[in-house]
């Protein structure tokens, strides 16, 4: 064991024998997290341990302070990117702090890292409100996603996020407490912005500091009034679903004839407000969806029949609209949205009003049944940016072969929130799996086409943005100095 023994003791004596371990199979159980592929970046840790209160997080990070043993945090350790960096380095799981809380009539929540957007959703759909599932999945935690990121297709109308986050409480890489938004003033969690200067913006970051700030043990979130209708659960395992009421949501599929006719659809959706949901649909998703449990000899049989089914630059649009408040609004939504369609010249097709997705699950990882290596490159801007992003990594998919999936020209998925204002691009790419090589070099590829071109991308490479973005690395390195005067907060 490399941790000092009376630091390993100290732990001990902070949450207990039972709740920290040095086990080499339980630390080599920690190393990976659950959808990263194993590399020698990540290292075993010297010890886990699962605090049960923010005092207790407190305290192990005095500790790993006074012993300068390098620290790393996981909520629900779904990320690709929690690891432990560092050799001997404590591995803080929060999912012991679960607690939740609901203020129904200020309509918004209070969290525990602990908490899954599962556990939070069903508690909350049984009293007519919901909060967001990123499109991650309903087992990422609300509050690690709530600051890291935050997006799921609902963003369309509900945004990133940085709208739904409150009063935070935030242990500081040296274990200091900050205290922001109304509960610096008053143990109140509703209000996130001041008083004084809001510094929400040190934390929150579609990828933003990934744990190398300190710990964040409680935030308050905002949640939404839904349907007092009950959503009912139907089928089972990876073929769940849950039935909506008719009289307040209608999904429509739409093909487009050309990209760019889908698109002045999307912008002209927004500008008269309508929808809960609306977003392009890359064939893969269709494939993948549908064959959800039996794993991807299904795959490609499902691509076989149905991937090839939509012609290059055509585009499928999809939208859920929302009669928000009343039934009559749902009328108003779908006399509004066929004029749109109309107007693009599209063919509208009502599919089933259920939800395999947005209210409950989330599939991300359904991308694993494609098999083989899966990365995908992800902007957040306008949605014209977003087109001209995915146009240039189609263009640089061409160069590296071997490609599994066909492109028909749309595999790339345009996701808009806020009615338009901002759009989510996800370009999805698949390799064999002795390939890896092609997709870093496709990645490298395309962020050195955003640095030149002015784009913007997440988890950017700092050698290739940082020069072109006003060296913007040394800065969050000074940053981390003040905060983090020993350097254990989850260091690179
Ligand atoms: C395949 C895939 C698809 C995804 N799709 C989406 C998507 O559609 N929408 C979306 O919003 N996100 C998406 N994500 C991103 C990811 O799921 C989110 O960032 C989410 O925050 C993960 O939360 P977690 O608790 O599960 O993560 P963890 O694995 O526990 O942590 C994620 C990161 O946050 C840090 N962290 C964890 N807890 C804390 C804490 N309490 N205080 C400070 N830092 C902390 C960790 O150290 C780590 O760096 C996707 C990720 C993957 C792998």
Redesign the pocket.
Same mark, same amino acid.
């Given at each position: 064991m490399s941790i000092p023994r009376e630091a390993y003791q100290t732990l001990q004596s902070i949450v207990g024998p039972e709740w920290v371990s040095d086990d080499p199979a339980i630390c080599e159980a920690d190393r990976y997290?659950s959808?990263s592929s194993p590399s020698d970046e990540q290292r075993r840790p010297g010890c886990s341990i699962e605090p049960a209160s923010t005092e207790e997080v407190q305290a192990i990070v005095k500790v790993a302070n006074r012993y300068k043993i390098p620290y790393?945090? &996981?909520?629900?350790?779904?990320?690709?990117?929690?690891y432990a960096r560092k050799d001997d380095s404590i591995l803080i799981d929060?999912k012991r702090m679960n607690e939740i809380e609901i203020d129904e009539k200020n309509l918004y929540a209070i969290v525990g890292?602990g908490v899954a957007f599962s556990a939070l959703q069903a508690d909350l759909l049984k009293r007519g409100l919901i909060t967001f599932v990123?499109?991650?999945?309903g087992?990422?935690?609300v509050?690690?996603?709530t600051?890291?990121?935050?997006?799921?297709p609902i963003g369309w109308r509900y945004g990133l996020?940085y709208q739904r986050l409150l009063g935070v409480e935030w242990v500081l890489p040296d274990g200091e407490m900050l205290k922001m938004g109304s509960l610096s003033m008053s143990d109140d969690y509703f209000w996130g912005e001041g008083p004084g200067p809001d510094l929400r913006g040190l934390l929150r970051g579609c990828?933003g500091h990934?744990?190398r700030l300190?710990?964040? &043990?409680k935030i308050g979130v905002k949640i939404f009034p839904f349907v007092s209708e009950e959503l009912e659960p139907m089928g089972w395992a990876f073929h769940s679903f849950m039935k909506l009421p008719p009289n307040r949501f209608k999904w429509y599929n739409i093909r487009f004839y050309s990209r760019e006719d889908a698109i002045n659809a999307m912008f002209e959706i927004g500008r008269s407000e309508i929808g809960l949901v609306v977003m392009t649909v890359p064939p893969i998703f269709r494939s993948v969806a549908r064959t959800r449990g039996v794993g991807c000899g299904g795959f490609w049989e499902a691509w076989k029949e149905n991937g090839p089914k939509i012609k290059p630059n055509q585009e499928d649009l999809r939208v859920l609209l929302y009669g928000i408040g009343s039934d009559k609004r749902l009328e108003y939504e779908e006399k509004v949205l066929l004029d749109i369609v109309k107007d693009f010249g599209g063919s509208p097709r009502e599919a089933p009003c259920r939800d395999e997705t947005n209210f409950m699950a989330?599939d991300?990882?359904c991308?694993n049944v494609v098999g083989g290596r899966f990365s995908s490159e992800v902007s957040y801007e306008s949605i014209n940016q977003a087109v001209r992003y995915s146009r240039v990594v189609n263009e640089i998919t061409e160069k590296y072969k071997p490609r599994i999936l066909e492109d028909y020209g749309t595999t790339n998925w345009v996701c808009p929130y806020e009615l338009g204002y901002i759009a989510k691009m996800e370009c999805l790419r698949m390799s064999s799996v002795e390939n890896r090589d092609a997709l870093d070099k496709w990645h490298d590829d395309v962020h050195k086409f955003c640095a030149t071109g002015g784009g913007s991308t997440i988890f950017p490479e700092d050698e290739i943005f940082g020069p072109v973005w006003g060296n913007y690395p040394e800065k969050e390195a000074k940053i981390r100095a003040l905060f983090d005067p020993n350097h254990v907060s989850?260091p690179q």
């Open positions: 997290c959808l790393v945090c &996981t909520s629900t350790f779904y990320s690709a990117g929690t929060l890292p990123p499109g991650c999945g087992n990422s935690s509050l690690a996603n600051v890291n990121m935050g997006d799921a996020g990828a990934q744990s300190g710990i964040v &043990t989330a991300a990882i991308a989850a």
